[in-house]
């Protein structure tokens, strides 16, 4: 099992910049995928960011140029650093970790953005 931890999230003017990290604890070494989804109101839960070792980091079409992904394996952390930020950004950031078939994720930290 693995637990995850996010923080980072608040309130942020349109154009402004956020950075989420997300502790992971617990069987990190089994991890075979990390990143970071989100879920706005009424909308299902989507990919933004994350690394696999087989498929590198992948970004999606939304957030590309915007966001980067990086990871500190010396402190089991990913981060997800989100500049140039639009009201759509808005939602809850979750967290997620794969290990095998099973999907870890965290609590969730909210981003707003106001315009």
């Known amino acids: 099992q693995v637990q995850l931890v996010e923080s980072g999230g608040g309130l942020v003017q349109a154009g402004g910049s956020l950075r989420l990290s997300c502790a992971a604890s617990?069987?990190?070494?089994?991890?075979?995928?990390i990143g970071w989804f989100r879920q706005a109101p009424g909308k299902q839960r989507e990919l933004v960011a994350g690394f696999s070792s087989g498929s590198g980091i992948r970004y999606a079409d939304s957030v590309k140029g915007r966001f980067t992904f990086s990871r500190d394996n010396t402190k089991n952390t990913v981060y997800l650093q989100m500049n140039s930020l639009k009201p759509e950004d808005t939602a809850v950031y979750y967290c997620n970790a794969l290990i095998k078939t099973i999907d870890y994720w965290g609590q969730g930290t909210q981003v707003t953005v106001s315009s």
């Open positions: 617990g069987d990190t070494f089994s991890i075979n995928a």
